[in-house]
């Protein structure tokens, strides 16, 4: 059965960095575009990055962009949201997905078809 598990989302300070990972079973991330979104209390899910490792093309929101890198480690599969610069804008639940067809932009939710449940990312001082 395929599976994404996300790790890593906690409380931080404005300025500080935190690393998310998801880390897939039953199914080869390699083969897969890879995409982090979030969603913040009262608002609708937001697109943070996608990435296709079969076009080697990569989007970032502008909210995140400079700040944020997604990256994969194919040996572990497994996928990681590196987030520096933190600030109170960028709490919130965050997700992992993964789909077959390459990234045109960051995409819809809708477009996705494997979810990980999500972890919390908490900024405040």
């Known amino acids: 059965q395929e599976q994404l598990v996300e790790s890593g989302g906690a409380l931080v300070q404005p300025g500080g960095s935190l690393r998310l990972s998801c880390a897939a079973s039953?199914?080869?991330?390699?083969?897969?575009?890879i995409a982090w979104f979030r969603q913040a209390p009262g608002k609708e899910r937001e697109g943070v990055s996608c990435?296709?490792?079969?076009?080697?093309?990569?989007y970032y929101a502008d909210s995140v962009k400079g700040r944020f890198t997604i990256s994969r480690d194919n040996a572990k599969n497994t996928i990681y949201l590196q987030m520096n610069s933190l600030n109170l804008e960028d709490t919130a639940v965050y997700y992992c997905?993964?789909?077959?067809?390459?990234?045109?932009?960051?995409?819809?939710?809708?477009?996705?078809?494997?979810w990980g449940q999500g972890t919390q990312v908490t900024v405040s001082s």
């Open positions: 997905a993964a789909r077959r067809l390459i990234c045109v932009g960051l995409g819809s939710p809708s477009a996705f078809g494997f």
């Open positions: 039953g199914f080869t991330l390699g083969d897969y575009t």
């Open positions: 990435s296709s490792s079969s076009t080697g093309r990569t």
